[in-house]
């Protein structure tokens, strides 16, 4: 008989080598599930703001007068802008997406609340920024954990973009 020159691993070997491949199947497995749920929790809590700030409608609109800022939110009277709607004499908004004491922002009504977010670009952008963070913050576990370094530059690159536009169109 002819020897083919290849010999066979013992069983200690081969068992070893698929006990490996199964430990880096599960830490791609466990790193995809971290990344996941750090972009659903992103999602998560950007959803608070971003609903009614994008989904406007059936929402009660108008314009906030800004009276007085401490560190995290701002006060002010809401005017609606469409009949029907109920004046108040205070609602707050979150301080970061006004500049200050008499500015004028268009905004719709959380319902059940006395709580206002701003509409258009500006609200929308500053509602997805936890989201932003979310895709910087996965874009090291998927860089990392999983190796996919392209895939880490996307999403890296996403979140930044949205980080530097909702800055944008709030300081600007």
């Not at 709580?115 to 509602?127: F, P, Q």
């Amino acid at each position: 008989m002819a020897s083919t020159g290849i010999t066979k691993r013992s069983r200690t070997r081969r068992a070893g080598e698929s006990m490996y491949g199964l430990l880096l199947l599960a830490k791609n497995v466990a790193m995809t599930l971290v990344a996941l749920l750090i972009l659903v929790a992103g999602v998560w809590s950007s959803w608070g703001d971003a609903k009614p700030s994008m989904l406007t409608k059936g929402l009660e609109r108008g314009t906030l007068t800004v009276s007085r800022c401490d560190d995290d939110w701002c006060t002010g009277r809401f005017t609606p802008g469409s009949r029907g709607g109920e004046a108040r004499p205070e609602v707050r908004v979150d301080a970061a997406v006004t500049d200050g004491r008499g500015e004028r922002l268009l905004v719709a009504v959380k319902p059940g609340k006395d709580e206002v977010v701003r509409t258009g670009t500006a609200g929308i952008l500053h509602a997805w920024v936890p989201f932003g963070g979310s895709l910087l913050l996965a874009s090291l576990v998927v860089a990392g954990g999983l190796r996919m370094r392209r895939t880490a530059w996307g999403l890296g690159l996403a979140g930044a973009a949205l980080l530097g536009a909702s800055f944008a169109t709030l300081t600007f």
